[in-house]
């Protein structure tokens, strides 16, 4: 399941749905409008195997690493995220669920740097052309 902060816009979740990938969205489908940060950690743990997608840069924690969910901090504008979204999903290296589960990755223009459950270092990975 794919998990949306409440600062993602209506406009990008749509955008995603039209691309046919689903999306639920805190505030709207899972969990309660206003919820603080505090608060999303405890519910993706409720809902089983996630990737939680936030702009919020503050969950770009290797503490947060966790075999149940994935988190992944998108660090481009409110308008870019739909395609920064679809793009980490399709990547070669995450594109199923059981490959992101467990790690806690920013996605960027740049490309993927993320910290892996058990791992000794932060990883970073170019987009491929």
């Not at 816009?9 to 969990?31: K, T």
């Not at 739909?82 to 992101?100: D, E, F, N, T």
């Not at 270092?121 to 491929?128: K, Q, S, V």
Request: proline share 5%.
């Amino acid at each position: 399941m794919n998990v949306l902060d409440e600062n993602i816009p209506d406009s990008q979740r749509q955008l995603l749905r039209g691309w046919r990938i689903p999306v639920r969205q805190i505030g709207h489908e899972v969990g309660r409008a206003g919820a603080k940060d505090d608060a999303v950690i405890p519910l993706l743990h409720r809902l089983g195997p996630v990737t939680f997608f936030t702009r919020d840069l503050g969950f770009y924690d290797r503490e947060l690493c966790h075999s149940r969910y994935a988190v992944v901090v998108l660090a481009v504008g409110q308008y870019e995220t739909a395609s920064l979204i679809r793009r980490v999903l399709k990547h070669p290296g995450l594109k199923a669920s059981s490959q992101r589960l467990g790690k806690v990755i920013q996605a960027s223009h740049t490309g993927l740097r993320y910290w892996e459950l058990r791992a000794a270092e932060e990883i970073f990975l170019r987009w491929r052309p």
